[in-house]
């Protein structure tokens, strides 16, 4: 582990930091676009705070969201995949910072992903086709396997790439007052789970095996790197309930 020291100039603001930002904190927060979602929600929150944000989202920031009108200095949005391609993200992740002029992550939250939690077998039975039983069996396990994986690379492997990425922007821990004292994190890492990770709805059509494995995925996640990240950073999950984020079903989703 290293720690990123901008010793390129490459990486640094393109202008002088003004007095007014030398002690701004920076978050980033993925899945930001919907204004009804959980990331838009966080996004106000710290920037209602006082707390610079980088919002990343696979699709641009809703018209709606009154964001970057509300906090022209405090946010900036990129359209960007967090789950596949962290050289991209790191790029993305830098031209953000040189525009709020720092170089440093505080805050990293972790919420991009699918919202939906079910994946019913009949969405992948519809065509289908084969030559034989055994032909059409083995089609649909490889359908349904790209169903399962979808949800994993997007709901957890993106949580690790992100942190990935992140942990080499993070502040230096606070120094222990005395020499007996642990040095304290002064950088947080926020996985949003869900209650998915410990309890699913009961029937064949509430199919939840990919979304339940990955929000439990974030709980280990979690656990783990606040092993390996001790000192560096607080690592924590949440796990929230329903939340009626409108998706294509009109309603709640875990």
């Not at 707390?51 to 009154?66: E, K, Q, Y």
């Not at 995949?81 to 440093?104: C, K, M, T, W």
């Not at 997007?154 to 004292?181: D, G, H, I, M, Y």
């Not at 095996?209 to 996640?221: P, Q, V």
Request: with cysteine; aromatic share 6%.
């Amino acid at each position: 582990f290293r720690w990123h020291t901008f010793t390129s100039t490459s990486l640094l603001p393109s202008t002088p930091r003004s007095s007014k930002y030398l002690n701004m904190k920076v978050a980033v927060v993925t899945g930001i676009a919907r204004t009804t979602g959980i990331g838009h929600a966080i996004c106000s929150t710290l920037l209602e705070n006082g707390i610079a944000v980088i919002g990343f989202d696979i699709n641009p920031l809703d018209t709606s969201s009154p964001l970057s009108t509300k906090y022209p200095i405090h946010f900036r949005s990129r359209v960007c995949r967090v789950d596949s391609d962290p050289g991209n993200f790191r790029r993305h992740l830098i031209s953000a910072l040189d525009e709020l002029q720092q170089n440093h992550v505080d805050v990293v939250v972790n919420n991009a992903g699918m919202s939906s939690a079910y994946m019913p077998e009949t969405d992948v039975l519809h065509g289908i086709t084969g030559d034989n039983d055994d032909e059409r069996e083995v089609r649909r396990l490889e359908a349904r396997m790209d169903q399962y994986n979808h949800y994993i690379q997007n709901n957890l492997r993106s949580a690790f790439l992100v942190t990935e990425v992140c942990k080499l922007f993070l502040p230096l821990p606070l120094q222990p007052s005395t020499s007996s004292s642990r040095t304290t994190p002064s950088a947080s890492i926020i996985h949003i789970s869900s209650t998915r990770a410990h309890s699913s709805e009961f029937g064949p059509s509430h199919a939840q095996e990919g979304y339940a494995s990955a929000k439990a995925g974030l709980i280990g996640l979690t656990h783990s790197q606040g092993q390996s990240m001790a000192g560096v950073a607080r690592v924590n999950a949440i796990l929230p309930g329903w939340i009626n984020t409108e998706d294509k079903r009109g309603g709640y989703v875990p």
